[in-house]
């Protein structure tokens, strides 16, 4: 994206929306907006939540709940498939990811633990490919 004003610091402002597939990239500055979508590969994403499982603290309730929700979407689960595999009933995983409850903090390392080998498998048979 070409910019014919200045490139100063001061005059561009970068506005990221959270979403972690497609994220949409507003520059700013005096001689008016540009837009571009910038997108993560496949593989990226996967690496990605791997990276943020690994480090994650689960104490934190609002990072587990994000770690859940976000692992339902790049592993492409349904909250079924996943409550299945947690041998847990469809709705308390529904409540987990919506913030109405937590699973006891003993529980959160093995569901982070089966989250990353469900990643590690799709990164290998990606890389494989």
Known sequence: MACNNSNKISDL???????PRACRVQVVHKGGTHMATATMSRIDELRDLQGRARHIDVRNETAFQEILRDARSVLEMSESQIADALSISRPTFNRWINGRSMPHIAMRTPVISW???QLNSRIRSRSAS
Do not use: K, M, P
């Not at 402002?13 to 979403?19: D, E, Q, V």
């Open 13 to 19: 402002i970068l506005f990221l929306t959270g979403n």
């Open 115 to 117: 989250i990353s080998e």
